[in-house]
C-alpha cells in the first residue's frame, strides 16, 4: 500500500514539467506593480500603480513588453530573485550595482541597470548597492502570470488584494513567468548603452518639486524652505521634517475631500506630507498644494534624507514645464524602442 | 485664462468653488462646509449630473465627499479646458431639469438594508452607558434611524454615514485601537461608519454585520462593482 503510494507519487512528479517562474531569496521592500487601476476612487480605492512610470515603462520596452505590462517594483532594499530557466531582464530606476551570482552563490558578473540581460537557469540577480534613487523597476520578458484585480496586477497594500495575495512580496515566494518567445529569439543588442534616466543634476544640488498652490494660503509659507525626507515613506505617503507652517485653525478643521498623488498635505504640527500613489482617496488635513505631473516620477526617487525643496510655480510654467517632460519621456520611450 | 485661483458657481440651488487641485484635478466645493443631509445631497445631485458627462468633459473618475466632489482628469487632457467646459455646463438652464429628474431617482432609490448580528458589539457597553439607554435600547435607537452614504474611503468600501441621531454622537475613542474586527459598525462622532476588513480604527464599535461590504472579483448583486454601498446609498440597520 505504502509502497504504491510512493511509485504513483514519484511518476506524478515526473510528468510534471516544471513551468517558467523565478524565486524571490530576499524580497527587500518589494512588490508587483503595473499601471494602477481607474474608476473605482469613489469606492476608496487608490489609482496605485508605478510610482515611477517612467522607469518602469522603459524596463518593459527593453525585454520586449508592452509598457504597462507589470513588473517587481523595489524600493530600496536589499534583493535577489533566481531564476530556474533562462529569463531575460531588465532592471530600471534607481542607480544600482546589479551583480549575478552562479549556482554556488559566487559572484559571476555584473550587469549594467538601464540595459536587457539574461539570468540563466539556476543563477541569481542581486540588487548589491543603491547609489542613487529609491525606487527600481525589475521587468520580466513574457510577463509575470499573475491574475488580475479590477483591470490591474498592481498590489493594494492597503487593501490587500491585487499584485501576489495582495501583499508586499516575501523570501520564497515564487513568481510564475508567461513565456515570450519572441524575447528569446533576440539576443540583448551588444554593446547597448545603458539609458540615464536619474537626472544627475539632482545629485548636486537641492531637488526641488514643483508645485502648483491651493488657494495661496499656505503656498507662499510653503516656498523655497529646506525639508528632508524622513524615513517615515511608503507609497501611501512622504513625510517630510523642517520648518513648520502656520495653520489657521479654519484650515485645519477642514472635512476631507478628495485628494491626488502628489498632493501637499500640512499636518496639524506644520510639518508637510506628500501624499504617494498609493494615497487614501480622501484626506482631511490642509492642503498646501500639488506636486505637477513632471516631477511625480522624480517623487518616487528621492532618497530618504535627501533634502529637498517646494517651489510654487504659476499655471503657464507648470504647463511648460509638463510639455517639456512628455516630450523628454517619449523620445527617450522613442529611443528604446527603435533599438529594440 | 485660468489661473487656478477658485471660481464661484451656482448649480441647482447652492453655492460652490471651483477649485483646481494641481495639474490633474479640480474640486468643486460647496460655499458652506458642512456634514449635512442637504450637502451630501447636492453633492450627489452635482455628481449623478457629471457622471453622464464624465466623457465629454474628459473626466476619469470622481471622489464625492461631504461637501465637494473631486473630478480626476483623462491623461492628457486640459485643466484649463475642463474648467471652462464645467462653468458653461453649469450656467446652462439644464441643470435645473436635471435636478427634478435627479429628485424623483433619488427618492425611488432602493434602500439598502444590512442585518446586524445579535451580539452587541464592543463597545456596545460603554455606548449605552454614555446616553444613559441599556444595550437593547440603544440597538433599537440606532436601527431606527436612516442613513446615507455621503462618502467612501479610508479603506476600500468603508461608508461614512449621515444620519445617526445627534443623542447617539460620541467623540471618537482617546486611542486607535490597533484591530478593529471585520464588519463592524462603528459610531465616530456625529457620523457611523462600518470597517470592511479587520485593521486599527478609532470609532466606536456598536455591532457588526454579516454582509461582506468589498471583494475585488466585485459584487454581481451590485453590477460588478467592488463594493456593496456606494455613495448616495441609503442604508438602514436592521435588528
Known amino acids: 500500500?505504502?509502497?504504491?503510494?510512493?511509485?504513483?507519487?514519484?511518476?506524478?512528479?515526473?510528468?510534471?514539467?516544471?513551468?517558467?517562474?523565478?524565486?524571490?531569496?530576499?524580497?527587500?521592500?518589494?512588490?508587483?506593480?503595473?499601471?494602477?487601476?481607474?474608476?473605482?476612487?469613489?469606492?476608496?480605492?487608490?489609482?496605485?500603480g508605478f510610482a515611477d512610470p517612467d522607469s518602469a515603462h522603459l524596463a518593459n520596452l527593453l525585454v520586449g513588453n508592452s509598457a504597462n505590462s507589470p513588473c517587481?517594483?523595489?524600493?530600496?532594499?536589499?534583493?535577489?530573485?533566481?531564476?530556474?530557466?533562462?529569463?531575460?531582464?531588465?532592471?530600471?530606476?534607481?542607480?544600482?550595482?546589479?551583480?549575478?551570482?552562479?549556482?554556488?552563490?559566487?559572484?559571476?558578473?555584473?550587469?549594467?541597470?538601464?540595459?536587457?540581460?539574461?539570468l540563466s537557469a539556476g543563477e541569481t540577480l542581486r540588487v548589491q548597492r543603491w547609489f542613487a534613487g529609491r525606487t527600481l523597476y525589475l521587468a520580466f520578458a513574457g510577463q509575470l502570470d499573475l491574475a488580475q484585480a479590477l483591470g490591474s496586477f498592481s498590489t493594494d497594500l492597503a487593501n490587500q488584494f491585487g499584485g501576489l495575495d495582495g501583499r508586499m512580496l516575501i523570501n520564497g515566494d515564487v513568481l510564475p513567468l508567461k513565456s515570450n518567445?519572441?524575447?528569446?529569439?533576440?539576443?540583448?543588442?551588444?554593446?547597448?548603452?545603458?539609458?540615464?534616466?536619474?537626472?544627475?543634476?539632482?545629485?548636486?544640488?537641492?531637488?526641488?518639486?514643483?508645485?502648483?498652490?491651493?488657494?495661496?494660503?499656505?503656498?507662499?509659507?510653503?516656498?523655497?524652505?529646506?525639508?528632508?525626507?524622513?524615513?517615515?515613506?511608503?507609497?501611501?505617503?512622504?513625510?517630510?521634517?523642517?520648518?513648520?507652517?502656520?495653520?489657521?485653525?479654519?484650515?485645519?478643521?477642514?472635512?476631507?475631500?478628495?485628494?491626488?498623488?502628489?498632493?501637499?498635505?500640512?499636518l496639524p504640527n506644520g510639518e508637510p506630507l506628500v501624499l504617494g500613489v498609493d494615497a487614501q482617496t480622501l484626506g482631511?488635513?490642509?492642503?498646501?498644494?500639488?506636486?505637477?505631473?513632471?516631477?511625480?516620477s522624480k517623487l518616487a526617487q528621492l532618497k530618504i534624507g535627501a533634502a529637498v525643496q517646494f517651489e510654487c510655480i504659476d499655471r503657464a510654467m507648470a504647463a511648460r514645464l509638463n510639455c517639456e517632460y512628455v516630450n523628454r519621456r517619449d523620445r527617450q520611450l522613442g529611443a528604446v524602442l527603435a533599438s529594440c | 485664462m485660468f489661473t487656478g485661483e477658485p471660481i464661484a458657481f451656482e448649480f441647482a440651488g447652492s453655492q460652490w468653488w471651483l477649485?483646481?487641485?494641481?495639474?490633474?484635478?479640480?474640486?468643486?466645493?460647496?460655499?458652506?462646509?458642512?456634514?449635512?443631509?442637504?450637502?451630501?445631497?447636492?453633492?450627489?445631485?452635482?455628481?449623478?449630473?457629471?457622471?453622464?458627462?464624465?466623457?465629454?468633459?474628459?473626466?476619469?473618475?470622481?471622489?464625492?465627499a461631504y461637501a465637494s466632489l473631486m473630478l480626476m482628469l483623462q491623461p492628457g487632457s486640459d485643466l484649463p479646458d475642463l474648467a471652462a467646459k464645467l462653468l458653461a455646463f453649469f450656467s446652462t438652464a439644464q441643470t435645473a431639469i436635471s435636478l427634478k429628474e435627479y429628485s424623483l431617482k433619488e427618492w425611488a432609490a432602493p434602500l439598502v438594508q444590512l442585518q446586524l448580528l445579535p451580539e452587541p458589539g464592543l463597545d456596545a457597553a460603554l455606548l449605552a452607558d454614555a446616553f444613559g439607554l441599556s444595550v437593547p435600547q440603544l440597538l433599537s435607537q440606532f436601527c431606527?434611524?436612516?442613513?446615507?452614504?455621503?462618502?467612501?474611503?479610508?479603506?476600500?468600501?468603508?461608508?461614512?454615514?449621515?444620519?445617526?441621531?445627534p443623542e447617539l454622537s460620541l467623540p471618537r475613542r482617546a486611542s486607535v485601537r490597533a484591530q478593529v474586527p471585520a464588519l463592524s459598525?462603528?459610531?465616530?462622532?456625529?457620523?457611523?461608519?462600518?470597517?470592511?476588513?479587520t485593521g486599527p480604527g478609532g470609532w466606536h464599535v456598536i455591532g457588526q454585520i454579516a454582509q461582506p461590504l468589498f471583494n475585488p472579483n466585485g459584487f454581481p448583486e451590485r453590477g460588478g462593482a467592488p463594493c456593496w454601498l456606494a455613495p448616495g446609498d441609503r442604508v438602514q440597520f436592521l435588528c
Open chain 2, 19 to 64: 477649485c483646481a487641485l494641481g495639474d490633474r484635478a479640480v474640486r468643486l466645493e460647496l460655499q458652506i462646509q458642512d456634514m449635512s443631509l442637504a450637502s451630501c445631497g447636492a453633492v450627489q445631485h452635482l455628481s449623478a449630473a457629471l457622471h453622464a458627462k464624465q466623457t465629454h468633459f474628459s473626466v476619469q473618475a470622481q471622489v464625492p
Open chain 1, 1 to 48: 500500500m505504502l509502497a504504491g503510494a510512493g511509485r504513483s507519487r514519484a511518476v506524478f512528479m515526473l510528468n510534471v514539467k516544471e513551468s517558467l517562474n523565478c524565486r524571490i531569496i530576499k524580497a527587500g521592500l518589494s512588490s508587483v506593480q503595473d499601471a494602477g487601476r481607474l474608476g473605482y476612487t469613489k469606492f476608496g480605492i487608490s489609482h496605485g
Open chain 1, 181 to 266: 518567445p519572441a524575447a528569446f529569439t533576440r539576443e540583448p543588442a551588444s554593446g547597448a548603452r545603458p539609458i540615464p534616466i536619474w537626472s544627475g543634476a539632482d545629485l548636486h544640488t537641492v531637488p526641488s518639486l514643483r508645485f502648483l498652490a491651493y488657494r495661496g494660503e499656505l503656498a507662499a509659507q510653503l516656498h523655497l524652505q529646506h525639508y528632508q525626507l524622513t524615513p517615515q515613506c511608503s507609497r501611501a505617503a512622504l513625510r517630510l521634517k523642517g520648518v513648520a507652517l502656520q495653520i489657521d485653525a479654519a484650515l485645519s478643521s477642514a472635512l476631507s475631500a478628495g485628494v491626488i498623488h502628489g498632493a501637499i498635505q500640512i
Open chain 2, 144 to 165: 431606527a434611524a436612516q442613513y446615507r452614504v455621503a462618502q467612501i474611503g479610508f479603506r476600500a468600501g468603508f461608508p461614512y454615514l449621515l444620519g445617526l441621531p
Open chain 1, 284 to 296: 482631511g488635513y490642509a492642503l498646501a498644494g500639488c506636486v505637477i505631473q513632471a516631477d511625480l
Open chain 2, 185 to 197: 459598525v462603528a459610531i465616530g462622532g456625529a457620523q457611523a461608519g462600518i470597517y470592511p476588513a
Open chain 1, 72 to 118: 517587481i517594483e523595489i524600493c530600496e532594499s536589499r534583493f535577489e530573485l533566481r531564476a530556474n530557466e533562462s529569463v531575460k531582464l531588465a532592471c530600471l530606476g534607481a542607480w544600482v550595482d546589479l551583480c549575478i551570482l552562479d549556482s554556488d552563490a559566487r559572484i559571476q558578473r555584473s550587469v549594467a541597470a538601464g540595459s536587457a540581460f539574461y
